[in-house]
């Protein structure tokens, strides 16, 4: 066999390990960034009831202190059964979206200061976002919703009255 022979050879038997270990790197870089304190607080947010109240009474919900404090509470158990699912969710979504180059930036940033004190902001943000856009999101649904049943209620449409 020549040197060049050789040398591909393996070449080609290193090439799996290599990509093993390149996706190794890039899956425990989406795991840090997961587990990182910041996206760890950035989850806190998306999960808490803050979040979830706002985005119901953005939506024209007109909640009792009471009915709040039992939607807290159905929320706080919903979500600790689910955050496993979520946490591992949005891991191998890091590690599809993101080069391993992009992931070791991101948890850069988000061991900084200035990605900490952003991942504090995002809860206030979204609900506030929430709020502003709440009445638009209502009748824009609520549009989309009137326009379908139209539209599939029509002879001939897929899943509407046939014209026998």
């Known amino acids: 066999m020549t ?15 290599v990509a093993q270990e390149d996706q190794a790197n890039l899956q425990q870089a989406a795991e840090s960034y997961v587990e990182s304190q910041a996206m760890q ?4 947010e998306i999960l808490s009831t803050d979040t979830f109240v706002a985005q119901l009474q953005a939506t024209g919900a007109q ?28 891991s191998t979504a890091a590690a599809d979206a993101f080069t391993l ?22 809860q206030p943000f979204m609900q506030s976002f929430y709020q502003e856009i709440g009445p638009t999101l ?6 989309i919703a ?16 046939s014209s026998n």
């Open 3 to 17: 040197r060049i022979a050789i040398i591909a050879a393996a070449a080609l038997l290193a090439a799996p390990a």
């Open 41 to 44: 607080t950035t989850i806190d």
């Open 63 to 90: 909640l009792t202190d009471e009915q709040i404090r039992t939607i807290a509470g159905i929320i706080d158990e919903e979500f600790e059964d689910v955050r496993p699912d979520l946490e591992s969710a949005m």
């Open 101 to 122: 180059e992009e992931l070791e930036a991101l948890n850069e940033f988000y061991e900084s200061e200035a990605g900490q004190s952003v991942a504090e902001k995002m």
């Open 138 to 143: 209502r009748d824009t649904q609520q549009e």
């Open 146 to 161: 009137m326009r379908v049943q139209e539209e599939m209620s029509q002879p001939g449409a897929e899943g509407g009255q």
